[in-house]
């Protein structure tokens, strides 16, 4: 992992990690207060100084993933998420300054979107992360998870969430087997659909698109074919076989048919 850090160092300077990032996990106490204390941001203008930075989120879903198993690599990932969310905020803000100063304020708007879709790579990658870690108990990881999905990317990145982020949440929290957070969120996009302006019926809505999400600005999405499937999937693998198999019925009550992947998760739980 040191050749990966110094690589990391070389391209992107901005991203230079503490000392204590580098202790082993098994030194830490993994609380949820200790995670969120991680997360905290430090953003200084010394520290990044007057220019913009590369918030790169492809390089470093590359980097969580070489670390996966270094002894450091939960810890060194959230120091990592972070620094970028750092970076981001530090980009908006330079941003801002130039706002009603220039004819590139579309630029500026557009640059602030695509720093928050690489963002919003690192914390799906997190998600994931969480869920194979198994230095914290499942009762931490669920609520950690939880609080990134519910208060850190709404409210500290100030980003909106995509159908994607709520299906890493879903297999993450499937498989550490909890099965009561997983029917929590599938039942909040549930309602968001029903919230949605459809076509008169919505039961003939939902019988026409069985397979597609509609567009609605709730906080959650709306619920999809993949919701479902991500949620059987891994529920099923951590032994939840019971509630992945009244989510396939909830699944197919609603319109949508599962296909043979998710017959075969249920039956490999079964076994």
């Not at 803000?93 to 695509?114: A, L």
Request: hydrophobic share 35%; with cysteine; glycine share 4%.
């Amino acid at each position: 992992h040191d050749a990966v850090l110094h690589l990391m160092a070389e391209c992107y300077p901005h991203l230079s990690l503490p000392k204590e990032s580098m202790e082993s996990n098994s030194t830490f106490t993994w609380t949820h207060e200790a995670l969120l204390d991680i997360l905290k941001s430090n953003t200084t203008e010394s520290r990044l100084g007057d220019d913009m930075v590369i918030i790169d989120g492809r390089f470093l879903i590359g980097v969580i993933d070489k670390l996966r198993n270094s002894p450091i690599s939960f810890r060194l990932s959230l120091n990592l998420l972070r620094l970028s969310l750092d970076g981001v905020i530090h980009n908006r803000q330079i941003r801002r300054q130039f706002e009603g100063q220039t004819s590139d304020e579309k630029d500026f708007s557009s640059q602030n979107v695509q720093d928050a879709n690489e963002l919003r790579q690192i914390y799906k990658e997190i998600i994931s992360l969480v869920a194979h870690t198994n230095d914290i108990s499942a009762s931490v990881a669920s609520r950690f998870i939880l609080h990134l999905v519910h208060v850190h990317m709404p409210s500290a990145a100030q980003i909106q969430l995509g159908t994607e982020i709520y299906h890493a949440a879903l297999n993450a929290l499937g498989l550490r087997g909890k099965g009561t957070d997983v029917l929590d969120i599938l039942g909040a996009m549930e309602k968001s659909c029903e919230a949605c302006v459809t076509l008169p019926s919505v039961e003939t809505s939902i019988s026409k698109q069985p397979n597609h999400a509609c567009s609605c600005t709730h906080q959650y999405p709306c619920v999809d074919q993949m919701s479902y499937q991500t949620a059987i999937s891994s529920l099923s693998k951590s032994g939840c076989i019971e509630t992945a198999i009244s989510i396939l019925y909830r699944m197919k009550s609603r319109g949508f048919s599962p296909d043979i992947n998710c017959y075969n998760n249920i039956l490999i739980g079964i076994a």
